[in-house]
């Protein structure tokens, strides 16, 4: 990757080369359709996706595609996710293998009801 580090996606993801940019375009799409309201950013040097706070982030690493839905969102779908090395919060999609992107967008659709619901509850507190 490029030694400045990236203020956009756009820019995230052309630092890396022609097949890795294909993964991670992918990922970016499925996650906009997923979540059409959602903000682009980086943040933690990483593809970010905000709506009412994060709400996933993506990242490109040496053996993997790594997805970040918080632990939230890797506990709620923790039996679709048995076949790939994941943690709390983190899952590593391998390279060499076709992305798991409708899974991607179910993940990425809970993230977004959740978010929405937990800034509905903040803003009924105040």
Known sequence: ME????????QYINGFPNEIQELLE????TIKQAAPDAEEAIS????TFKLKG????FAAFKNHIGFYPTSTGTEAFKK???DYKSSKGAVQFPLGKPLPLE????IVKFR???NLERAEIKAKKK
């Open 103 to 106: 899974l991607v967008a179910e």
């Open 80 to 82: 679709e996710l048995v």
């Open 44 to 47: 933690y040097a990483m593809p």
């Open 54 to 57: 994060n709400l996933v982030h």
């Open 26 to 29: 992918k990922m970016r799409i």
């Open 112 to 114: 977004v009801i959740e």
């Open 3 to 10: 030694q400045n580090k990236p203020t956009t996606i756009d």
